[in-house]
Every structure is written in C-alpha cells, then in structure tokens.
C-alpha cells in the first residue's frame, strides 16, 4: 500500500488525465443542474417533460460513449506503439459511425417525438411539454457525435485539456441563451421548455465547430489534425477488427442505458412526483459522480498505452492502484453526499417540501451505493476495455441491469408498491452484485488483450 501511494510518476500521469477529464464532466453536469434549476421555476411539468426528453439524449449519448470508448481502446494502444496513421484511420471511423447513430436518432425524435414521450411517461401535460422539447433538441446530436468522437481521441493521446476548455465554453453559451430564450430577458422570446433546447442546440454547435478549429489550427503537429483521405483510408480487414471490439461496447452501452431507461419508466409509473424527484437527485448525483469518470478515463487511456507499448506488468500495476483508488474516493464522496443532501436541496427554491423530502431520501440511498458505483467505472471502463477485454465487461455490466436492476425496480413500483426511494435501492442493489461478480476478472489479469500489436 505505501508503495503504490508513493509512485510520484503514476499520480502525475493519472491527475493529468484525470482532472481535465473530472472538470469536463463537471461542467456537463452542472449544465443539466443549471437546466434544472430554471427549469424549476415552470413547474414540476416542466421538469419531468424535460427530464423523460433526455432520456432519448441519455440513450444517444450513451451509445456514442460506446462507440467512442471502443474507439478510444485502439487510440489509446496505437499511442503507446506511436502508429498515428491507424490513429486517424480509427477517429476517421468513430466520426462516421457516430454521425449515422446521430442521424437515426434526430430523424426517430423529429418524427415520433409524441409516441417517444407516451413510451416514457403517461401524463398527458407532461408529454405536449416534452414533444416540444425534443423536437428542437434533437438538431444537436449530429453535432454532439462530433465532439465525442474528438474528446474521446484527444484524450487517449493525453490531451486530456482541450475537451475541458470546449465544454467549459459551451456552459457559458447554454447558460446565458437559457437565461434569456426560456424566461425572454434581453429582448428574446420567452419560449420556455422550447427555450432551452434551442440553448442546449446552439451550445452543442459552437462546441463541435470550437474543438474542430483548435485542432486543425496545430496543423500537422497534431496527431488528431487528420485530412479526410487520411481518416477514410480504411480497409475491410480494418473495419472488421474494429467492429469485432467495438461492437461489445455499443451493445454493453446500449442495454446499460436501455436499462435506466425502464427504471425512469418504473420511477413514472409511481407518480410525476417521483418522476421530479429522481430528476432532481439523479442530477446531483452526477455532480458527485464526475470523478468516477475522470479515474476511468485516464484508468483506460493508461492501461491502454501500457498494453500496446508491451508493457503489460506495468499495467498489471496500474489496474491495482486504480482499484485501491476508487474504493477510497468512493466512500469519501458517498459520506459527503449523505451529509450535504439535505443542504444541497436548498438551492432548488421553487421545489414543494413533499418534493424535497422525497428528493432527499433518493439522494441517500444513492450515496450509500456510490462507493459500489464508482469502483464497478473503474473495473468495466478503466480495466476491462482498457485492456481490450470488451466482451466480459458488456456480459458484467449488462447482465447485472437487466438480470437484477430492472427486474427489482419494477417489482418494487408495480408489484410491492413501495415508496420510490426503496425503488431506487433496489434498481442501485444491481452494483453490489457487479462488484462482487468483476473483482474476481481484475484479478486474474485475463482482461489483458493486446489489440494493436498485428497491425
């Protein structure tokens, strides 16, 4: 133990990853929570509308995590064996695979956007306000494919800063535009709900265009800064094996967030209440959460790098330091969020109290499941796929949601009836199972699959 607190090197290599990755996160999150908090202010409808509406968001954007996490496992061993023209050839891919999903996704929510809301929610107010949300909203997905695919490239080649810098933009565009475009300051219209996915679409604009233009303004000194001949040059061989790794990613993704999508639905067939309050909790949660995914990324981009450099000891190492981090940044931050739940909740001022007390009771059984939660994002997105070791994560993560969370949260809202906050625990009980189920694969060190090494 106090030889792995006392490598100076791992910990410079990790915070340089991780924090810019960490405040990434951050800002994204405290743009849903400045959402929120206008939001609010139009009423408990409102917020549910909204929050069922991302859902279709939340689905898309964890599909291009997929894609891109899939992505980044080549990009980041093509790195550590210093190949940039495969390099280009995979950021090539993941733009247009992400583009065709952000496609399907735009044409799905354009045209059925009232047949997406009913599948999510039964109140009838609830879904004319959703249906005008998310036919404005889906414009920026296209758009937002983009700047995936070049935040996950920029940071499997350790340029960790530059996606932060973006996102922090785009926090100030939406920001200012959903001050004025939802309550109609400064000469705008007051378009409401309308108004912030208006926001969130330019926002998502100037982001993709700001990240593009920053890198292409390096020229050829960036890896990333490919030409289009550069990023097409591509052959079946090629697509084959990238398909074949990324392919368990989607899937794993897909079904993981396919599976907090029907408990949204358990959580609504409860009440618009509790609708509002997961809402509410879920949103500061991921504030709380963000660091889970600084850890996994520069967990996953450094393995990574180890692996396809030969050096799998090394790696061997690093996963263990990891595992020992996230077990004690996790029961930190679950003790802080039980604590300050309650003082967190002040801020959202138009809330009702029953909305409160509900909201606080979601928010602490949430906490009690964080240390669980931020291990298991190490072990499946850190370990497992940065180690090529795609095909058991998505069987861990995926098999854990839907053999164990979705079952519980339906069982406890249709069947036994109970308060949402119970249900909840119940959906959450699916990490303690995912812990117990990933250890035993950390530890034998079978994730360790070198993907570039042929190439």
Not at 80 to 105: C, E, M, Q, T, Y
Not at 395 to 406: N, T, Y
């Amino acid at each position: 133990m106090t030889r792995i607190l006392k490598d100076k090197d791992f910990y410079r290599t990790m915070l340089s990853i991780a924090l810019p990755v960490t405040l990434q996160n951050l800002i994204s999150s405290s743009l849903n929570m400045i959402d929120t908090f206008m939001i609010t202010g139009l009423g408990e409808a409102s917020i549910a509308a909204v929050g069922q509406a991302n859902q279709v968001f939340f689905l898309f954007s964890i599909l291009l995590f997929g894609i891109n996490s899939g992505a980044s496992i080549f990009i980041a061993q093509f790195w550590g064996k210093r190949d940039a023209s495969n390099i280009r050839r995979v950021l090539g891919l993941g733009i247009i695979i992400g583009s065709i999903v952000g496609l399907i996704f735009t044409i799905a929510a354009l045209v059925f956007p009232r047949t997406i809301m009913r599948i999510l929610i039964n109140d009838p107010e609830v879904i004319e306000l959703g249906v005008k949300y998310l036919r404005v909203v889906c414009i920026s997905y296209i758009f937002t494919s983009i700047t995936f695919a070049y935040s996950g490239a920029c940071r499997s080649v350790r340029q960790a800063r530059l996606p932060m810098v973006v996102s922090g933009l785009s926090i100030i565009v939406n920001t200012v535009l959903n001050y004025c475009l939802i309550f109609g300051k400064f000469g705008f219209p007051q378009l409401g709900v309308s108004g912030a996915a208006l926001a969130t679409v330019i926002a998502r604009v100037v982001e993709a265009l700001t990240i593009i233009f920053i890198i292409y303004r390096d020229g050829s000194r960036n890896v990333l800064a490919a030409k289009i001949k550069e990023m097409t040059d591509i052959s079946i061989g090629f697509v084959k094996k990238f398909l074949k790794t990324i392919s368990p990613v989607i899937l794993n993704e897909g079904l993981w967030s396919l599976g907090l999508v029907m408990y949204s639905i358990a959580y609504a067939k409860i009440g618009k209440e509790a609708t509002a309050a997961v809402q509410i909790a879920t949103t500061i949660q991921n504030i709380f959460m963000v660091l889970s995914l600084g850890l996994a990324g520069a967990c996953a981009t450094m393995i990574g790098n180890k692996i396809g450099a030969n050096e799998e000891e090394e790696g061997i190492s690093y996963a263990k330091k990891f595992c020992i981090i996230g077990i004690i940044t996790g029961t930190i931050l679950g003790i802080l969020l039980y604590v300050s739940a309650p003082f967190i909740l002040k801020l959202f001022s138009n809330i009702s109290p029953e909305l409160f007390e509900t909201a606080k009771k979601i928010i602490r059984v949430i906490a009690f499941y964080i240390p669980s939660k931020l291990y298991t994002s190490i072990l499946v997105v850190g370990i497992f796929r940065g180690g090529g070791d795609t095909k058991y994560s998505m069987i861990l993560e995926a098999g854990c949601v839907w053999i164990v969370g979705v079952p519980l949260a339906f069982l406890g809202a249709l069947v036994l009836k109970l308060p949402v906050h119970w249900v909840v625990a119940l959906a959450y009980s699916e990490e303690a199972v995912k812990t117990i189920l990933g250890t035993p694969r950390a530890l034998s060190n079978k994730w360790i699959k070198n993907l570039v090494d042929d190439i």
